[in-house]
């Protein structure tokens, strides 16, 4: 029998009454972008955030409600000692500049992942954006910072065997609601559709949990080229996706 995928058509339209609630994006590529135009791999990172820029404008147009995005792994560090300095900055720098358009459209930003090792300006900021766009009530601009699944379920593990040491849980009755609960992700619904860019068909320790139902959108085009039609037709895909959750229909 063949096996193929259904394409969406270019003039086929999104539905917006059914849209993804949860976009989670791994923004691959930018290395490569930049190498192929012999630059320094810095350059391709710079680019990267003009495409954060468009794809939080396309999302907050389309009332997307929230998305995840992958900026800063906790693999990341094993990366040259310049390019993690020049992600550092670049951060600054996109929260900084950007704050008073986030706002302008609404977001709302928060992180997941272990940010104690973040310290000074770095954490200043995360911390400053996060609260200046606390009452803010559109799109949910989820930036995940030193962050990976493997670790997320081992801090929530240490906290469980703490707990039940002390005697405010019991060990047979942990549910899966009780993980779920511990997750930097408690609050956040899981995401509807993964979106990676440049060709990679990986998940990279990112989400480990919440992605179990997800639906797995990869493309070839490199992060810094993806621009808000390319995050359309991801969700034309998603949307002739039949999701059943384990269950029939
Ligand atoms: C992966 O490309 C990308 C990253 C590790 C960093 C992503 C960060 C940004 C786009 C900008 C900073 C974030 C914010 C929120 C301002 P890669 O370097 O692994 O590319 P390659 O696989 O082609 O080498």
């Not at 394409?7 to 791994?26: F, G, Q, T, V």
């Not at 272990?114 to 601009?141: P, Q, W, Y």
């Not at 670790?151 to 405010?168: C, D, F, P, S």
């Not at 621009?227 to 999701?243: M, P, T």
């Amino acid at each position: 029998m063949a096996i193929f995928k259904k394409k969406s058509r270019p003039d086929e339209s999104i539905d917006m009454k059914r849209l993804p609630h949860h976009i989670a994006i791994i923004m691959d590529g930018n290395g490569r972008w930049a190498e192929q135009r012999h630059l320094p791999r810095t350059a391709g990172h710079q680019q990267g955030v003009e495409a954060i820029r468009e794809i939080v404008k396309t999302a907050s147009e389309m009332n997307i409600e929230m998305m995840t995005l992958y900026a800063f792994s906790t693999e990341n560090w094993k990366r040259p000692e310049n390019e993690v300095q020049f992600l550092m900055n670049l951060l600054v720098d996109y929260l900084r500049k950007e704050i008073e358009e986030l706002n302008r459209q609404k977001v709302c930003i928060s992180t997941i992942g272990d940010l104690s090792r973040f310290h000074g300006t770095v954490r200043d900021e995360i911390e400053m954006a996060i609260a200046k766009t606390a009452s803010n009530n559109g799109l949910k601009m989820n930036i995940a910072l030193n962050y990976g699944g493997r670790n997320e379920l081992t801090r929530v593990i240490k906290q469980l065997m703490k707990e039940a040491v002390e005697g405010q849980v019991q060990t047979e009755s942990i549910s899966e609601d009780d993980i779920r609960s511990r997750l930097d992700t408690a609050a956040m619904p899981d995401p509807d559709l993964l979106i990676r860019t440049s060709g990679e068909q990986r998940i990279s320790n990112f989400l480990l949990w919440q992605l179990a139902y997800t639906e797995l959108y990869f493309t070839d085009t490199l992060w810094p080229d993806f621009r808000g039609e390319h995050f359309k037709e991801a969700i034309k895909d998603y949307q002739n996706r039949k999701r059943r959750f384990g269950g029939l229909t």
